[in-house]
């Protein structure tokens, strides 16, 4: 049976159906616990420095797991590690969900950062295998990239609702079921991918392993303990001495954790660093306005959630349009006019003050970057995996996760440790307004960057090759 024939026999509207419920879970999770914090400080008895581990012991090991995860897939089989992903998070979930202290909470918390690391190169993968490469993976990486960042505004509407009318514990517990359906959903519709012969690179797995996990925790201590706290430094310095002998491995390695090969195409290489700035941004716009909404506007949790609302169905619709704009302007084009918008909508929403009208002066705003995100998130994806062959599946879905989450960890660290300048003198409402203004500033930098990559690598002016032996593309 040919590759084509194979897959025209898969029922792509189940694995796709599959897909986008995982990955629903993932975000749902990094968003839902954002507008429910206050109240897991207060019933748990977390102290002020400590309630911060709650998302940061999610993402250290999400961050420190990825491409382990991803490159398991591609040798072990993706329907194994997808199962394996799902059980991992959704008992994790019910784990975190009865938790009576702080140190279950952040136990539980690390390891559902583990089920997401193995989870979420698990679905991009299946994704880049089940569906045609063209107009058919066009649309579904569009939906892929529609649920993700839908999901992450609907993630703090949820835990707002949540939060204030039932439980913290609620936006947990909303995983159970659709991880058991989605369980018993992998068994039916999606085929195992089947072994890969050859050696595992246990070098590779443990340096990338270690070292991503030493790079996360020490940007996360050093935006509480300070940049120069000496358990911070060690990690910075263990870290570089873990990634550089892992990029010395991967060279020699024959079958490497992390292909060098994926950073051969300049495509490829662009959307890995823009997605980084592109999420550096997101992390600092998603957790400071949630947090501006709440302590400066005085809005109640659910409130709040609700507030997303404008950027939430902006990009739905948005995101719904762009399988027909990347036929007609370019998958390049439509990611630097993508990046552009937010550009906008964040200088913009960066100038909100204590007086600022809603409406005005954060609803607007908050559309354009909604606009925006739609354009960008789909063509991001697809240049993240463009042209890669099935054997690497998973190791590119891993590499594209992992900039997403370092974006996310290393972004928020940035940004909370800027908007501490200039905020002397200053108190209650007024500060928190003020350092609102100086995170989003700093998000608009990063996304400026971003637009800069995407220009210079992906956005194409002129015939270039990606790689010796590749065609001409332009765009």
């Not at 749902?28 to 911060?52: E, K, Q």
């Not at 940004?415 to 003020?434: W, Y």
């Not at 800069?452 to 090759?465: E, G």
Request: glycine share 12%; hydrophobic share 55%.
């Amino acid at each position: 049976m040919t590759a084509c024939e194979h897959l025209s026999r898969l029922n792509k509207p189940a694995i796709l159906t599959i897909i986008l419920a995982s990955y629903v879970m993932i975000v749902l999770d990094t968003s839902v616990v954002l507008t429910g914090l206050p109240n897991i400080h207060r019933d748990l008895g977390f102290t002020d420095t400590g309630l911060a581990w709650v998302q940061s012991a999610y993402t250290l090991t999400f961050g420190g797991f990825l491409l382990l995860g991803g490159r398991a897939g591609d040798i072990i089989g993706r329907r194994r590690m997808l199962l394996a992903g799902l059980v991992v998070f959704t008992a994790s979930s019910l784990a975190i969900g009865v938790a009576q202290s702080p140190g279950w909470i952040v136990a539980a918390r690390a390891v559902q950062g583990i089920g997401a690391a193995i989870l979420a190169p698990a679905t991009l993968a299946l994704l880049q295998t089940t569906f045609v490469e063209g107009e058919e993976r066009v649309r579904a990486v569009s939906y892929y990239s529609a649920v993700a960042g839908v999901a992450a505004s609907v993630g703090l509407v949820v835990g707002g609702v949540l939060a204030e009318w039932v439980s913290w514990r609620m936006g947990f517990f909303i995983n159970l079921p659709i991880g058991v359906a989605m369980i018993v959903a992998t068994l039916r519709y999606v085929p195992e991918s089947g072994r890969r012969s050859g050696a595992f690179d246990i070098v590779g797995a443990l340096t990338s392993t270690i070292g991503a996990t030493a790079l996360v925790y020490g940007f996360i201590r050093a935006a509480t303990a300070g940049w120069t706290d000496a358990i911070a430094l060690g990690s910075f310095a263990g870290a570089a001495i873990l990634l550089i002998a892992f990029v010395v491995n991967e060279w020699r390695v024959a079958q490497p954790i992390m292909p060098l090969r994926l950073f051969a195409s300049r495509e490829r290489t662009g959307a890995y660093a823009a997605r980084f700035l592109f999420l550096a941004a997101m992390i600092g716009f998603f957790f400071f306005t949630t947090l501006y909404l709440q302590q400066v506007l005085g809005l109640s949790p659910a409130a709040t959630g609700i507030a997303f609302l404008p950027m939430t169905l902006v990009n739905f619709v948005v995101a719904m349009a762009v399988p027909a704009l990347t036929r007609r302007f370019g998958n390049g084009r439509l990611l630097g006019l993508g990046l552009s918008i937010s550009i906008v909508g964040l200088a913009w929403l960066s100038r909100a003050t204590l007086g600022t009208d809603y409406l005005t002066g954060v609803a607007l705003p908050m559309a354009l970057i909604g606009i925006g995100q739609g354009l960008a998130l789909s063509p991001m994806t697809s240049a993240g995996v463009a042209g890669v062959n099935g054997a690497d599946a998973g190791a590119a879905s891993g590499v594209l996760n992992v900039f997403h989450q370092m974006g996310n960890s290393l972004g928020l660290a940035v940004l909370v440790a800027l908007a501490q300048f200039g905020a002397g003198g200053l108190s209650g409402a007024a500060l928190l307004a003020h350092r609102f203004t100086i995170a989003l500033t700093g998000a608009t930098g990063f996304m400026a960057l971003a637009v800069v990559v995407v220009m210079a690598l992906i956005v194409r002016l002129w015939p270039v090759t990606d790689a010796p032996g590749a065609k001409v593309v332009i765009q």
